[in-house]
C-alpha cells in the first residue's frame, strides 16, 4: 500500500472508532418492557417513521457502511423480511454513515428487501443507547422493545430468528 492509502485507512478508522465512541457519551441502555423511542428519519424511499408501524413486530437494525458484520446481517434481515413480511414483521435499517454518499455506495452492492432510514446525526442511535455496530432491537406490536442484540454473527441467526417468530405468534 502506498503512504497516501495507508494515511487514509488509518483516518477512516480513526474516524470510525469516534463515531462509535460517541454513541455511549450520552447513551443509555434501553430495557425490555420498555416503549421503543420513536423516531422520524429520512428514508430511501420518504419519510421513516417508528410510530407508523403500529401494530407490526419490528426489526430496527442500526449499521453502518464500513462495519463489516453489518453486511452479514443484511443477507439475513433479507430473507426474514421476505419470510415473515406477511405475518406483519418489518425490518428498518438505520443507517449511522457520516456520509451519505458511503451508505449509498454499501446500498448498491448489498441491497435491501427492507426500510432503509439514514441518521447521520447519531440522535436516534443514542436514544436507543447503542454501544456499537450493529446493534438490533425487536419491538412488538405494542410498541415496547423485546430485547436488544449487539453484533452478528452466524451463530446469532437461529436465536434471533426464533424471537421474532415468537413476537409474531405472540397474542395482538
Same mark, same amino acid.
Given at each position: 500500500?502506498?503512504?497516501?492509502?495507508?494515511?487514509?485507512?488509518?483516518?477512516?478508522?480513526?474516524?470510525?472508532?469516534?463515531?462509535?465512541?460517541?454513541?455511549?457519551?450520552?447513551?443509555?441502555?434501553?430495557?425490555?418492557?420498555?416503549?421503543?423511542?420513536?423516531?422520524?428519519?429520512?428514508?430511501?424511499?420518504?419519510?421513516?417513521?417508528?410510530?407508523?408501524?403500529?401494530?407490526?413486530?419490528?426489526?430496527?437494525?442500526?449499521?453502518?457502511?464500513?462495519?463489516?458484520?453489518?453486511?452479514?446481517?443484511?443477507?439475513?434481515?433479507?430473507?426474514?423480511?421476505? +419470510?415473515?413480511?406477511? $405475518?406483519? =414483521?418489518?425490518?428498518?435499517? /438505520?443507517?449511522? !454513515?457520516? #456520509?451519505?454518499?458511503?451508505? &449509498? +455506495?454499501?446500498?448498491? $452492492?448489498? =441491497?435491501?428487501?427492507?426500510? /432503509?432510514?439514514? !441518521?447521520? #446525526?447519531?440522535?436516534?442511535? &443514542?436514544?436507543?443507547?447503542?454501544?456499537?455496530?450493529?446493534?438490533?432491537?425487536?419491538?412488538?406490536?405494542?410498541?415496547?422493545?423485546?430485547?436488544?442484540?449487539?453484533?452478528?454473527?452466524?451463530?446469532?441467526?437461529?436465536?434471533?430468528?426464533?424471537?421474532?417468530?415468537?413476537?409474531?405468534?405472540?397474542?395482538?
Amino acid at each position: 500500500m502506498c503512504t497516501f492509502q495507508l494515511k487514509k485507512l488509518r483516518s477512516s478508522l480513526l474516524l470510525a472508532f469516534l463515531f462509535c465512541l460517541s454513541f455511549s457519551a450520552n447513551s443509555y441502555a434501553l430495557d425490555a418492557g420498555s416503549k421503543a423511542p420513536d423516531f422520524e428519519l429520512p428514508g430511501v424511499q420518504g419519510t421513516v417513521k417508528l410510530s407508523s408501524t403500529a401494530g407490526s413486530v419490528v426489526y430496527v437494525d442500526f449499521w453502518a457502511s464500513w462495519c463489516g458484520p453489518c453486511k452479514q446481517s443484511f443477507l439475513w434481515m433479507n430473507a426474514m423480511q421476505d +419470510k415473515y413480511r406477511a $405475518q406483519g =414483521l418489518q425490518v428498518i435499517g /438505520v443507517n449511522l !454513515d457520516a #456520509k451519505s454518499d458511503d451508505a &449509498k +455506495k454499501f446500498l448498491s $452492492q448489498t =441491497l435491501a428487501h427492507f426500510t /432503509v432510514a439514514f !441518521d447521520s #446525526k447519531g440522535g436516534t442511535p &443514542k436514544n436507543y443507547g447503542v454501544k456499537g455496530m450493529p446493534t438490533s432491537f425487536l419491538v412488538g406490536r405494542d410498541g415496547k422493545i423485546i430485547f436488544q442484540h449487539l453484533g452478528f454473527k452466524e451463530a446469532d441467526r437461529e436465536k434471533l430468528e426464533q424471537e421474532i417468530k415468537a413476537a409474531l405468534e405472540a397474542k395482538k
